[in-house]
Each structure stands twice: as C-alpha cells, then as structure tokens.
C-alpha cells in the first residue's frame, strides 16, 4: 500500500507564496513521474505541475514562471513553490506519483487527500 500526504496548504494573501509539500510512504521500490494537480468546484482536476525522477518539469502555462516544482528522491518527496500567486489559484492541491511498489515493471498512480489552498484579501 501507498500513502501520499499533503502539507502546506492555507489562506495567503494576493502576492503572497505557499509551498507544499508531498510525502510518499508504504511499499514503494521507485517512483516515477510526481505532480500537482488542482481542483475546484464544478470544474475537473487540472495539471498543475509535474516532474519526472531525472528532474524534467512540465507546468501548466497559468503558473508558468510563478511556480516552481522539486523533489527528494532520497526522501521519496516532491515539493510545490507558488509564488505570486493569485485568487484564480484558489482550489484544492492534490499529490500525484506513479509508484512501483515491487520492482520497476509494474506501476501505478496515487492521489493524495488533496490541501486546500485559498488566495484571498
């Protein structure tokens, strides 16, 4: 089993910056792809930002060049950096990671709980 855990998520101001974090735990032998999807409601969940293990980043063109994805593979982590950030960046922040948990040819995905993250004045 494969636990991912959100933190970091709150209520900041317009210009403001948040980082969030992603723990991944349990039976993992490597992971893959990790990311940042968001949601709000009425709307489906969005790409936000995605890196793979080698450190290739991908982002959403809305948060291009104001957000800014990492990650510990050591640590099994990967990290979101929102900086400028602004009231259309208010949604739920989900964790995702392409997990192996035996060996590297078999994976799959997993969501984390998902933090809440509200830009408002």
């Known amino acids: 089993q494969v636990q991912l855990v959100e933190s970091g998520g709150g209520l900041v101001q317009p210009g403001g910056s948040l980082r969030l974090s992603c723990a991944a735990s349990?039976?993992?032998?490597?992971?893959?792809?990790m990311g940042w999807y968001r949601q709000t409601p009425g709307k489906e969940r969005e790409m936000v930002a995605t890196?793979?293990?080698?450190?290739?980043?991908n982002y959403a063109y809305s948060v291009k060049g104001r957000f800014t994805v990492s990650r510990d593979n050591a640590k099994n982590m990967v990290y979101l950096q929102m900086n400028s950030l602004k009231p259309e960046d208010t949604a739920v922040y989900y964790c995702?990671?392409?997990?192996?948990?035996?060996?590297?040819?078999?994976?799959?995905?997993?969501w984390g709980q998902g933090t809440q993250v509200t830009v408002s004045s």
């Open positions: 890196i793979s293990r080698a450190g290739s980043t």
């Open positions: 995702n990671a392409d997990v192996a948990p035996f060996s590297p040819s078999y994976s799959s995905y997993y």
């Open positions: 349990g039976s993992i032998f490597s992971i893959n792809v």
